[in-house]
């Protein structure tokens, strides 16, 4: 078993917060590509991603699947996962408690996957990673950070759900979008570099 499985199987019955214990259905770990170079990290499971545990399952899930779509990737090309694992009763934010006990876990995903991107979709995870607020300022910006000795680019964009919540704003969307395709250009120079050097 790879230090990836393991560290799903040591979270697949987690205990560490009572109220969502007792709320969840089950502990959605992740899905997509464990091997992936770029991990998408969103808010919290909601109700079908409780139920099918796979996060991004849903409404928002078919949005970010046609944005990642029109940045030339798809499901297997990343890794998404949450910055909780458990579905807060009747979808409430994560609490900073909740986030605090899953925080070892996110850490010790991003040190065995070695992201050269991470995606943080909505205010929670942008927090979480970037420690900044105000997703709508900062959304499509590339952050350079060091996470375990690695440099890695932290793109924030807009969570579906606000798309969706808005009504399916057309100028939102575009704004997504545009947003994705920012990563892609990342995506694509990472690519290039790799095909040039090796790494």
């Known amino acids: 078993m790879n230090e990836f499985q393991q560290l799903k199987q040591e979270y697949a019955h987690c205990q560490r917060c ?11 770990f992740g899905s997509g590509n464990e091997e992936a170079r770029i991990l998408f990290i969103g808010e919290a499971p909601g109700a079908q991603e409780d139920k099918q545990g796979i996060p991004f399952c849903g409404m928002s899930g078919q949005v970010l699947t046609s ?3 029109a940045a030339g990737l798809t499901r297997e090309d990343i890794f998404i996962t ?3 694992l458990c579905r807060p009763p009747n979808n409430r934010n994560p609490l900073l408690e909740e986030i605090e006990n899953c925080r070892s876990r996110l850490d010790q995903l991003i040190k065995i996957m070695q992201p050269k991107v991470i995606v943080t979709i909505g205010n929670f995870a942008t927090e979480r990673i970037l420690d900044k607020t105000g997703i709508n300022k900062i959304r499509g910006k590339v952050f350079p950070l060091v996470i375990n000795h690695q440099e890695v680019q932290v793109v924030p964009v807009i969570h579906p759900a606000s798309y969706l919540y808005s009504g399916r704003n057309p100028e939102m969307f575009q704004q997504m979008q545009d947003d994705f395709k920012v990563i892609a250009g990342i995506v694509n120079e990472n690519r290039k570099q790799k095909e040039l050097t090796g790494y």
């Open 67 to 69: 944005l990642l779509a």
């Open 82 to 84: 949450n910055t909780i």
């Open 18 to 28: 009572a109220v969502l214990v007792n709320n969840r259905a089950q502990v959605v």
